[in-house]
């Protein structure tokens, strides 16, 4: 059974996502992309029996978190993540990983945006400079790093 304290957290860290979303979102067309889009995630929902919503459960998983279309016309495909202190590999589900590097090996590209929120900064990072940078498995990033710096997309 739920605590309301893991119903409360589950509420803050979906608002903080959403939030997260919406900088990167809105970095994005700042930045000269067009058609910046969410990928909605379909949900099933679980109810009881007085039909009462219990829970929901994601149905299937998505290719990434925002679409674009890159001033150059390239198709784009970015992957939201908010972490604090630092980006761990690991943070990234392993089919998030394989649909960017399959989006990049089709010539798109594919962007991987770190949002933080204390203090706010946004950096847009291209996911084939991390790559050739050897981002993979047990690397890590922290603001300011060679990586982020090679990486930083400065405009579109």
Known sequence: MRTAANVLRGRRNRALGEHA???A???LER???AMVERVETPWRIHRNGLGRIISATPVAKVSGDLRAVAPDG???LAEVKMRDERLVFSDLDRHQVAALDHHLRLRGVSLLV???LRPIAVDVLD???LR???FGPRASLVPGCEQVRLATVVAA
Do not use: I, P
């Open 21 to 23: 979303q919406n900088l």
């Open 127 to 129: 996911w084939g400079t």
């Open 31 to 33: 930045m000269g992309f």
């Open 132 to 134: 050739a940078a050897e």
């Open 114 to 116: 770190w949002v933080r």
């Open 74 to 76: 390239r198709s784009v």
């Open 25 to 27: 979102q809105s970095t």
